[in-house]
Nanobody, 123 residues
Framework: QVQLVESGGGLVQAGDSLRLSCAASGRTFNAYAMGWFRRAPGKEREFVAAISRTGVSTAYADSVKGRFTISRDNAKNTVSLQMNNLKPEDTAVYYC????????????????WGQGTQVTVSS
């Protein structure tokens, strides 16, 4: 089992950058592929980015491709999401998640979830 805790959210202006981090407990972090999802007010939760166990493979939603970068540090049990050129439509609660399958984009394939961190982008 793994517990996930997100941090780094906040209120920024359009065009700014923000870096989210997710700290995982347990000694088997590198057994899990990791993902970031988000839920905007009044909308369904949506996939943002995912990374493989080793960090070699990644996937991004089209809406964030070229602006967001997912990375992981298996020695520190952390996964990060660097978000550049933020837009008001990026406003959402961002969730870190873990799965034992691989780089997948559907939330039902993920086994563990964090509590989320709020990101608000003003125009």
């Amino acid at each position: 089992q793994v517990q996930l805790v997100e941090s780094g959210g906040g209120l920024v202006q359009a065009g700014d950058s923000l870096r989210l981090s997710c700290a995982a407990s347990g000694r088997t972090f590198n057994a899990y592929a990791m993902g970031w999802f988000r839920r905007a007010p009044g909308k369904e939760r949506e996939f943002v980015a995912a990374i493989s166990r080793t960090g070699v493979s990644t996937a991004y939603a089209d809406s964030v491709k070229g602006r967001f970068t997912i990375s992981r540090d298996n020695a520190k049990n952390t996964v990060s999401l660097q978000m550049n050129n933020l837009k008001p439509e990026d406003t959402a609660v961002y969730y870190c998640a873990a799965n034992l399958i691989g780089v997948v984009t559907t939330s039902d394939r993920y086994n563990y979830w964090g509590q989320g961190t709020q990101v608000t982008v003003s125009s």
